[in-house]
């Protein structure tokens, strides 16, 4: 088990940056993939970004180029740093952690951060 808190969520510019932090409540080390998901309002919660345990990362076509994932093992957190954000990227971004192995899959959520670009 693992619980997922985000933050750095707020109301910013279009064209600004915004850092979102997700905090593990354990050892996100041996975790095979984080990541970052959103779900705007009227709308299906679709994939951001997601980095490996060997850092692989993996973007979303619409953010590919404006959004990075890093994580930092030594402090159990991921980060989603955010730059040139356009009013489309509002919504609430949800850290997800996920861990695989032989028959099964272990998928964990976060509350949510509520991210609002204005035009």
């Known amino acids: 088990q693992v619980q997922l808190v985000e933050s750095g969520g707020g109301l910013v510019q279009a064209g600004g940056s ?3 932090s997700c905090a593990a409540s354990r050892s996100i080390f041996s975790i ?3 990541g970052w998901y ?3 309002p009227g ?3 679709e994939f951001v970004a997601t980095i490996t345990s060997v850092e692989n990362t993996n973007y979303a076509d619409s953010v590919k180029g ?3 994932i890093s994580r930092d ?3 159990n957190t991921v980060y989603l740093q955010m730059y040139s954000l356009k009013p489309e990227d509002t919504a609430v971004y949800y850290c997800n952690a996920r861990n695989s192995g032989p028959g099964y899959t272990n998928n964990y959520w976060g509350q949510g951060t509520q991210v ?3 035009s």
């Open 18 to 20: 915004r850092r979102l």
């Open 66 to 68: 404006r959004f990075t």
């Open 38 to 40: 959103r779900q705007a």
């Open 116 to 118: 609002t670009v204005s």
């Open 43 to 45: 709308k299906q919660r």
């Open 73 to 75: 093992n030594a402090k």
């Open 32 to 34: 095979s993939t984080m």
